[in-house]
């Protein structure tokens, strides 16, 4: 984790510097849970009640689409325009929508499509290859988003919730608890925004030409929140972004919803038709464990969140992912990857892969990444039992957007204090 940082680059806007915010890692007290009045793990599963953010088109489906349209004293047509701006052209400026009459235009597009995300900062690495976003929601909460190019692929990870529920006590965004769930739009809106970004030649080299025809390929429900405690957003936002005729027309197994392991919800993942890549964050093969590292282990063991991805696979045929995140002495023990083999297998062969991620420092955290070896180990434990394992390559560390370190701290607050809203 010391190894030489890339080069970090902010652009717009400005950021005026509050105070350092040292990372204190590792400390040297204990992790201590926090339990409710029952002594049972803090979870939080209903989303605290804040004003809604405003209805857009993305929230609804396409007949809804229509009604509102009349609603607003359109014609019903108007819709698939809006729906062809919005989703193929990625704009909401009424500026841009010239097939649609002047008169009324700015009220009409406003109505259906109102600003949700107001961009706060913008972080750069990997010479623009990887990109983070902070974004205000209308009601000051903050959410991010990471964008990343790979060769033959542009990656976005997106937030589903304002913060997040699940107190996994190393990840930034589980200490921080939940703030809010976000409405599908507000998660759609994501990918049209990045998708405009690209469009313009925001991401990687300035001067490489021909972005046009380019746009994020692949979405990971891995950012801020828990997707599957927010079920209903999550899944009317899934299908937004499959629609071809009426959505994003992406792939369904290019998004990956990933899950600490509510299994009701797995099961429930399971019978939509709409094959996206499943991922189950298990991060240890035995109850002990877990029950400390993965608090929602308190409700449903181990045996019962595999039993639900190998069943995933089943109903799918799509190969399930399983997490890893290798924490030094905590969880990486040889022993352990032997244990986590034999439960895979015992569910039978070639359902599932395993993707072990060395653990991303978080602010405060008292533990640290596998040593190298100790990785190599793991994974070699893993493969030679025959269970397809690759170590996961971060991205964003340096910007504190790898996976676990999604967290508004207080310089973005400040930052974000200072944004007016997009109106
Ligand atoms: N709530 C969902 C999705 C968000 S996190 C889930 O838990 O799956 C995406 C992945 O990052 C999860 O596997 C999560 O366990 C992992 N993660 C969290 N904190 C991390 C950290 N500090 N280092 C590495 N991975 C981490």
Redesign the pocket.
């Known amino acids: 984790m010391t190894s030489s940082r890339p080069p970090v680059r902010e652009t717009r806007p400005a950021t005026p510097r509050v105070r350092d915010t040292a990372q204190v890692r590792p400390a040297t007290e204990g992790w201590t849970q926090k339990k409710d009045a029952e002594g049972r793990p803090l979870l939080q599963f209903a989303s605290p009640k804040r004003g809604k953010p405003p209805v857009h088109l993305a929230d609804l489906t396409p007949v809804e689409r229509v009604s509102k349209v009349k609603e607003l004293g359109m014609p019903g047509f108007r819709a698939k325009q809006l729906e062809k701006h919005y989703f193929h052209h990625w704009t909401h400026d009424p500026a841009e929508m010239t097939d649609l009459p002047a008169a009324g235009r700015d009220e009409f597009v406003h109505g259906m499509l109102p600003p949700l995300l107001t961009e706060v900062r913008r972080l750069e690495t990997d010479r623009g290859d990887t990109i983070k976003f902070l974004w205000k929601l209308h009601d000051g909460a903050l959410v991010e988003s990471v964008l990343m190019r790979y060769p033959g692929r542009i990656t976005l990870c997106v937030s589903s919730q304002a913060g ?1 529920g ?1 107190n ?1 006590p ?5 200490q921080a608890g939940l703030t809010r769930n976000m409405s599908a739009a507000e998660i759609v809106e994501q990918v049209v925004r990045a998708n405009r970004l690209i469009a313009d030649g925001g991401l990687g080299d300035p001067r490489r030409v021909g972005h046009e025809g380019e746009r994020v390929t692949n979405i990971v ?7 599957l405690a927010n079920y209903a957003r999550l899944m009317q936002a899934v299908r937004v972004m499959v629609d071809k005729e009426h959505g994003l027309g992406m792939s369904a197994r290019g998004i990956t919803v ?3 392991g509510l299994v009701p919800a797995i099961t429930k993942l399971a019978h939509e038709d709409i094959p996206v890549t499943f ?1 189950l ?1 298990l ?1 240890a093969p035995d109850d002990q464990l877990r029950d400390e590292l993965i608090p929602v282990n308190s409700r449903w063991k181990v045996d019962e969140a595999l039993d639900a991805a190998r069943a995933y696979f089943e109903k799918t045929g799509r190969r399930v992912s399983i ?1 890893y ?1 290798l924490i030094k002495d905590m969880n990486d023990h040889a022993w352990r990857a032997d244990l986590l083999a034999e439960k895979l297998n015992s569910r039978g062969r070639g359902w599932v892969h395993v993707n072990p ?6 602010p405060g ?1 008292i533990w640290t990444a596998s040593e190298r070896d100790v990785q190599d180990e793991f994974v070699r434990r893993l493969n030679d039992a025959g269970i397809p394992t690759t170590l996961r390559d ?1 991205r964003g560390k340096e910007i504190d957007g ?4 999604l967290v508004a701290t207080e310089e973005d607050q400040a930052v974000a204090a200072a944004t007016p809203l997009e109106t």
């Not at 190393?170 to 589980?174: R, V």
């Open positions: 997040c699940m996994c190393f990840c930034a965004t589980g429900f891995m950012g801020m929140g828990e997707p990933s899950t600490v991922a964050s991060h997490e995140a991620i060395p653990l991303n420092p978080t955290s971060t790898a996976c676990g370190q």
